[in-house]
Structures are given as structure tokens and as C-alpha cells.
């Protein structure tokens, strides 16, 4: 780790990342960025915004329930139970007739409930931090557990994402393609829900939907074609990942929200923009 | 030649396989969903190189047939293709074109995308090699839509992506096409091409196509065989064998089939 820093210190000698908290959160941002500009495309493409946002509820619901048994570290409970919590959500999603955005906002809104009361009940206030969120207090442990998952989720857009896309564009279409249409689906929203937990603590609950879908949202306005919609896409996320870090520096603001709030100014740029490419 | 498919056919219906040409069987199709029969006792026998046209009433479970030789729909009964010495071969392989591709039609997908997507185990944004890129093109080659390889899937006509979805069931090319007809969305001049190139197609590339249809006029013009459906199979013929049976005017009505050629909106409906 120590010699990644003075590699930064060399190539980027700049006042705002001669602290290591802000090293580290500026390789975190380096790993989180591609990984949420892929999942964003994916999420917006399959019209789930709604979905990772119960994710996000999930994945809370999961430290809860962590903190409150107590016997592993609240993250691994957490990760487990978010991937059941969106397995769970898939399966009724595709077995019953009732509209998705019902049986959506059902299991999220029972996740959120039953997360709150476990919180309280334990007394402690300090997983509050896990709604806001704290980009700079990333640790470089925390960082190499980034890199693991942003090369898994990497390798598996590149063999997948095929057979992802045909099954956006749709299922009966990429069934007739001898496409396994839920097994796509499962291992996807379970790479979401893994990856939504393990950054809520950096990124916070209320904005971590955000920072997934809006860069995607952003690059649908601009682009005719799937070469140019994941660049794009992907292009945004750094620039509003690391625009954000080196504002909320200077302003001394919030880094995640002020990610955000780059990434929708970009959204609504790119929204005006919109009639002269579509 | 067409002595010859006569004698095949009076073969297979004595039931002594498909000798000397390809086939497919689709034996004792029925589809309960929840309580309701959809099907029942569907026994259809295909031939290779042969446009079989469906017809029937709205809700006659058409859409339903074709889903559940996809085995997207939980159906009883068999289905067997027969390759041309006869021995069966089990499932075939199927292309479809369904009736109404819902997708989202503001999707940043080109035409380019759709196929590379699967035709080339490499991600499709990343692009396709020449070899791959020449292979798209001799697809939509085939349904005259070469020049819409560069358009954004969202923005092609109805008629337009109906063309680039039957490219699309042509590859790989299939032993048995299901083609679903769109009620809306085509124009009648978009509907007369489809046909034309699907009845190439069918001689080209000797393929057993099954077309549901609603379009009775041109249907009676380019179907090898039509057959009447109604839950169950009602009349199996030549076009003119079930153009002129009663059974058929009780369905749809008097209007538009009595050699009443003129009538353009197809009739019936």
C-alpha cells in the first residue's frame, strides 16, 4: 500500500491528496466507479431502479440484523442476507401476476421496518452513519476488498453481458435463445445486492441508488448504440466520482452526496442535449 | 415434385414416418392454464419446405401453440422432427418472431448490437470482427434490411423490425421457423413484403414454417397449407380446401372470403 502512495504522490502531486485518508478514498472511488457505471447500465437497461433501490434497504436491513446477532463481523451477515433478500424478491417478481413495483415496494418497505427496529433496539445510534455514509473513512483493507470485487464483477460483465443484454431487451426473446433467463437474472441482482452492502457504509443508503443509476440515465440521453452507451456511462462515473472527492475537499461538503450532485447536473445536461442525438 | 410430396404426404398419414423427406410431428399438443383448456388434442404434421398458415378467432390459443412448441408454455404431447430418412431426430431446432417485441424503445441498441449479441461470445459494444460483421450482414441480407444494420433498435418502423426479427430467427437457421403475425403496428405494403420474403425464404432454404395469421387474403395467396384453429385443430388443408368449407364461414363470418378478392382490409378480422 505504502508504495501505491507514493506512486499517487509522484504521477498526482496535488495539495487534496496528500492526505491518506483522501488516497485511499481516491483508489476507492478508481474501483467503485466502473463498477457502478456496469451495474448502472444493466440496472437502467432491465428498468430495476426501483429494484437496487430495495437492494440498498436490504442491504441496511442486513447490518441490522448482523450488528444484532453479533457473531460474524455485520458485513458477512449482511452480504448473505442481501443476496437472499433479492433472490427472494426475483423469484415472487417472475412467479406472481401481482405488478413488480407492488411486490417491490412491499418487501422493501418490510426490510426497512424490520432493520429500524432492530437498530433501536440495540440502543446504538452509530449505524445511523449507514443511511449518510462516509467516503473518508475507507480503510486500505477496506480498499483491497474493493479491488476483489471490482475484478469479479468485471469478468463477469465481460463472459455475461450478452446474454444480459438479450434478456433486457426481452425475456421471451432471449428464452427462444436458449438463454437460462432467471439464472442470468438471480446472478445479477445478487452481484447488485453484494455490492450495494458492501459500499452502503462509504456511500449511504439515501444516495447509493443514485449514484448507481444516474450515470447510465445520463449516457441513455446521449447515445444511439451499446458501444457508446457504456462508455459514456462509464465516462461519467469517474468524472463525477472523482469531481466529487476534489470538490467535497475544497467545500468541505459530504463527498458521496456531492458525487451525486455532480452526476445529476450531468443527467440534466445530458437531458437537454437528448433531442439532437435520439 | 408435386406428385411426389402427394405420395409423401398419403405415407405419413398412413403413419409410416417421413420417408424420403423431412418433417416435424406435433402429437396430442393440449395446454391447461390454471382451469382453463386453452388446447386440446392439437396433431399437426408438418412438411419441410411448406408455409403452414394458422388461423382462427381471437383467443383461439394461436399465440399459445406457438409458445408451447417453444416450451416457454407447460404443455402436454410431443413433438418430433423427422430428418429426411425418416429416423426422428427429437426437438427442432425453433427460430421465432414473435408478435410484439416489448422492449424499451428508447434502449441505446443499434441493429449492429442486437446481433452481435448472438452471433460473437464477445461483449457486443465492444464490436464485432470483419468475419462476424459480414456474417450480420448476409442475415439481414436475406430479408432485404441490410441497409438498417447501423439504426437504433428503437427506431425502425414496424414493418422494419419485423424483417430484422425474422433475420434474426434465420440464425442460426432453424429446422422449424414460428412466425406470430402483429395485429397493428405494420402497414398492409409492410405486411405484403414480409410475406413475400418469408415464402422465399421457405423455398430457399427448405424450412418447415408455421405463420400465425390474421390476414386472410394473404394468406389464401402465399400459405402452402392452412390450418383452422379453435382450441383444436378444426380444418387442415390446402387454402382452397378450407376457404371453401362451412366450418370456416360460421367462424368468420360471410364478409371477405367468398372469392371476394377485392377486399382489401383482409376481412374477418
Not at chain 1, 272 to 277: C, D, I, S, T
Not at chain 2, 154 to 182: I, N
Request: charge should be neutral; glycine fraction near 8%; include cysteine.
Amino acid at each position: 500500500m505504502e508504495q501505491i502512495y507514493k506512486i499517487l504522490d509522484i504521477i498526482l502531486p496535488f495539495s487534496w491528496l496528500s492526505y491518506e485518508f483522501m488516497k485511499n478514498a481516491f483508489l476507492a472511488i478508481l474501483l467503485i466507479a466502473p463498477v457502478f457505471g456496469i451495474l448502472g447500465t444493466i440496472i437502467v437497461n432491465n428498468r430495476m431502479a426501483f429494484f437496487s433501490d430495495a437492494l440498498g434497504h436490504g442491504a441496511f436491513t442486513g447490518i441490522a440484523i448482523g450488528t444484532a446477532i453479533g457473531i460474524f463481523q455485520p458485513m458477512w451477515s449482511a452480504i448473505v442476507f442481501s443476496i437472499a433478500f433479492s433472490v427472494l424478491i426475483t423469484i415472487v417478481k417472475n412467479k406472481t401476476k401481482t405488478s413488480t413495483d407492488t411486490v417491490i415496494g412491499v418487501f422493501s418497505s418490510a426490510a426497512i421496518a424490520l432493520g429500524v427496529v432492530l437498530i433501536y433496539s440495540k440502543g446504538s445510534g452509530k449505524y445511523s452513519s449507514v443511511l449518510v455514509g462516509d467516503l473518508l473513512s475507507i480503510s486500505a483493507g477496506e480498499v483491497g476488498l474493493l479491488l476483489i470485487i471490482a475484478i469479479v464483477i468485471i469478468v463477469l460483465w465481460l463472459m455475461f453481458y450478452n446474454k444480459i443484454l438479450l434478456v433486457s431487451l426481452n425475456q421471451s426473446l432471449a428464452k427462444s435463445r436458449g438463454i437460462n433467463t432467471i439464472a442470468v437474472e438471480l446472478a445479477f441482482t445478487s452481484a447488485i445486492a453484494v455490492v450495494v452492502t458492501v459500499s452502503i457504509q462509504w456511500i449511504g443508503l439515501l444516495i447509493i441508488n443514485s449514484l448507481l443509476v444516474l450515470p447510465a440515465a445520463a449516457a441513455r440521453n446521449v447515445s444511439t448504440n451499446a458501444r457508446q452507451y457504456n462508455i459514456i456511462a462509464l465516462l461519467i462515473s469517474f468524472v463525477s466520482g472523482i469531481g466529487g472527492l476534489i470538490m467535497s475537499y475544497y467545500l468541505d461538503t459530504a463527498t458521496g452526496a456531492t458525487i451525486v450532485i455532480i452526476a445529476a447536473v450531468i443527467y440534466f445536461i445530458t437531458l437537454g442535449l437528448r433531442k439532437r442525438f435520439i | 415434385m408435386e406428385e411426389f410430396i402427394g405420395k409423401h404426404r398419403g405415407n405419413c398419414e398412413n403413419s409410416l414416418g417421413c420417408c424420403g423427406y423431412c418433417c416435424t410431428k406435433i402429437e396430442n399438443f393440449s395446454v391447461t392454464i390454471g382451469r382453463t383448456q386453452i388446447l386440446q388434442d392439437v396433431n399437426l404434421h408438418l412438411h419441410c419446405g411448406e408455409l403452414t398458415a394458422i388461423i382462427g378467432p381471437n383467443g383461439a390459443g394461436k399465440s399459445t401453440l406457438l409458445k408451447s412448441i417453444l416450451g416457454e408454455i407447460k404443455h402436454e404431447g410431443n413433438i418430433v422432427f423427422a430428418g429426411a430418412s425418416g429416423e426422428a431426430a427429437g426437438r427442432p431446432v425453433v427460430g421465432y418472431v414473435p408478435q410484439q417485441l416489448e422492449f424499451d424503445t428508447s434502449a441505446p441498441l443499434s441493429v449492429r448490437n442486437l446481433f452481435a449479441s448472438c452471433m460473437s461470445r464477445k461483449p457486443a459494444w465492444q464490436g464485432v470482427s470483419k468475419k462476424v460483421d459480414k456474417r450480420i450482414i448476409d442475415c439481414l441480407d436475406r430479408v432485404q434490411a441490410d441497409k438498417l444494420i447501423d439504426k437504433r433498435l428503437g427506431a425502425l418502423s414496424g414493418g422494419e423490425l419485423q424483417r430484422v426479427l425474422l433475420a434474426l430467427a434465420l440464425e442460426p437457421m432453424p429446422q422449424l421457423l414460428l412466425l406470430d403475425e402483429p395485429v397493428s403496428g405494420v402497414d398492409r405494403k409492410g405486411l405484403e413484403v414480409f410475406y413475400e420474403i418469408v415464402s422465399k425464404i421457405r423455398k430457399e432454404y427448405d424450412l418447415t414454417i408455421i405463420l400465425v395469421s390474421h390476414d386472410l387474403d394473404l394468406v389464401r395467396k402465399h400459405a402452402d397449407r392452412v390450418v383452422l384453429l379453435n382450441r383444436t385443430v378444426i380444418l387442415n388443408g390446402t387454402p382452397e380446401e378450407v376457404y371453401t368449407d362451412e366450418r370456416m364461414h360460421e367462424t368468420f363470418g360471410l364478409t371477405g372470403i367468398l372469392g371476394n378478392e377485392t377486399d382489401e382490409n383482409g376481412g374477418g378480422k
